[in-house]
């Protein structure tokens, strides 16, 4: 009669660990930082991140109205929101001298048909020489009306790394 009662035992202990195995999970998994799509920030849909070829990651967000009220004004006067395309990018690397880049000579704007758009300056908000971030500024239009006319965006940046082009696209 023993054996039975021990068996019980074990098989009670068991689905209690199971369980309480099972609590800790759920409790994790609530607690995540990774943000749902309904927690994510405005801006999240508008960023694009490369695979990190050359040992450098690329990301570019498209800067809305949202967007920009994160970035510092002061910088950003030289180029009105109404008149400019703005683009925000980071470049982060461990091994890359990431200073010796000209930003603003390096990339295009394109819709995918037309010729494409130089970039005609570039404000540094972080400029280390393994992290950068800034906008690059396309002269024109706005976002807003770019998205309206050519309804998608094609952002090239060329030769960082020895990486010979980088594109980063939107639909709207």
Known sequence: MKKPVLIHKICAV????LMLAGVVALSCSKN??????????PQASLTRVDGGEGSVTVQATWVNSAHLKD???????GYPQDQYVLIH???DTHSVDLSKYDLSSLA???DGAASPVSAVGWVSLSDTGHHR???IAFSGMSNQDWASKYQAARLVVKGVAGVPERVFAWDF
């Open 89 to 91: 990018v980071a470049l």
């Open 108 to 110: 295009y704007l394109s």
């Open 133 to 135: 971030s800034g906008v």
């Open 14 to 17: 068991g689905i209690l660990l």
């Open 32 to 41: 995540s930082s990774t943000p749902t799509p309904a927690q994510a920030s």
């Open 71 to 77: 970035l510092p004004q002061d910088a950003l006067k």
